[in-house]
């Protein structure tokens, strides 16, 4: 398998210009879907699994959104290129460690749309778009979904309608979720009420990485919980013109009140960061996560000046551990990344 991606640009999440850009960096669509016929993966033969992936393989093309989708045989991938796709938020976590036949088809070169083939399910399909996009996520996932259910068939029951190997994910099969960049609501120690707030809403708050991990630079998701009960429609409109628009408000409530009330601290906070990502020699991924935040914080509140949004994002995700290695174009230990990324890291203003 060759690089599997060879560069950032014009990758969809990572644009800034998007609705709401300032605090939501992107909004994603996901469907859970098995084809009818075939056992769910925890019955399934070694056949059934390579089956599925010829199916999907041959089908995907003719249902694409308008980018050429590229096939990727995630059996035969290394373990740096399947770490490139996590990074990318192509594939999850649980779908890289995998053994068994499995693979993504991607759309390029934007990376919108994503078709993780033998995860959980035979299929989780997803669409990402910058900003708060959900209901255009919705129409152009909805599109392919419809075009690729009329070529494969999905496994349906007419009362409890798309049949799924996780229970919570039966019904519509769909998760949409928002990452939100939430630096104000931690410096103000709102945070934790947040995410109370969500629970109590049975919303699920995640990190960078979705489930399991940790809010690596003051970035959470925020995502659903139910797909039983409720249409697509339901749940796009709770999420769209609801539950996120209120936290964008609480979010800029925040940025307000350290502009206003705590301005000095908020400037240190801020400039001490840039310097750390200007002169540090050695970063970790997590540090340099949080540094940039702050960086980002400042540029959007006018404290520093001179540094691109567009720098910072692409720096977010060229810090990872798989992506430095990448720039570099070597394996490296804990060590020689952290002295890798320090070298690598500076957004300098002007520049």
């Given at each position: 398998m060759s690089d599997p991606m060879s560069t950032v640009e014009g990758v969809?999440?990572?644009?800034?210009?998007?609705?709401?850009?300032?605090?939501?960096?992107?909004?994603?669509v996901r469907l859970a879907r098995n084809i009818a016929g075939l056992p769910f993966l925890t019955r399934a033969t070694i056949d059934d699994r390579r089956h599925v992936m010829r199916l999907v393989r041959k089908h995907s093309r003719a249902a694409e959104i308008g980018e050429a989708m590229e096939w990727f045989d995630l059996e035969s991938a290394?373990?740096?290129?399947?770490?490139?796709?996590?990074?990318?938020?192509?594939?999850?976590?649980?779908?890289?460690?995998?053994?068994?036949?499995r693979a993504l088809t991607v759309s390029m070169p934007e990376e919108q749309l994503a078709v993780m083939v033998n995860e959980e399910d035979h299929l989780r399909i997803q669409l990402i778009r910058s900003g708060l996009a959900l209901t255009d996520a919705w129409d152009q996932i909805n599109r392919f979904d419809d075009q690729l259910e009329s070529?494969?068939?999905?496994?349906?029951?007419?009362?409890?309608?798309?049949?799924?190997?996780?229970?919570?994910?039966?019904g519509t099969g769909v998760r949409v979720s928002v990452m939100l960049h939430l630096p104000g609501l931690k410096l103000t120690g709102e945070i934790d009420k947040a995410r109370r707030a969500a629970k109590a809403m049975s919303l699920a708050v995640r990190g960078f990485y979705g489930e399991g991990s940790e809010a690596a630079g003051d970035l959470y998701?925020?995502?659903?919980?139910?797909?039983?009960?409720?249409?697509?429609?339901?749940?796009?409109?709770?999420?769209?013109?609801?539950i996120i628009p209120d936290v964008i408000r609480f979010e800029r409530q925040a940025r307000e009140t350290l502009l206003d009330r705590r301005r000095p601290m908020l400037e240190d906070r801020v400039q001490r960061a840039l310097g750390a990502l200007l002169y540090a020699r050695l970063l970790n991924a997590d540090e340099a996560m949080q540094l940039l935040s702050q960086v980002r914080l400042g540029v959007l509140l006018g404290v520093i000046e001179g540094v691109d949004l567009r720098t910072i994002a692409e720096l977010q995700l060229l810090t990872q551990p798989a992506h430095l290695q990448r720039v570099v174009g070597e394996t490296l230990d804990q060590a020689q990344r952290r002295r890798a990324r320090a070298d690598f890291v500076p957004p300098r203003p002007g520049g």
């Open positions: 969809q999440w990572l644009r800034t210009d998007g609705r709401e850009g300032d605090i939501v960096l992107s909004s994603r290394s373990r740096s290129e399947r770490e490139i796709l996590v990074e990318r938020h192509l594939i999850s976590r649980q779908h890289a460690k995998g053994d068994e036949p070529r494969v068939g999905y496994a349906f029951h007419p009362r409890m309608g798309y049949l799924t190997a996780c229970p919570t994910n039966v998701q925020i995502s659903n919980q139910t797909t039983l009960g409720k249409s697509e429609e339901q749940i796009l409109e709770e999420f769209e013109r609801s």
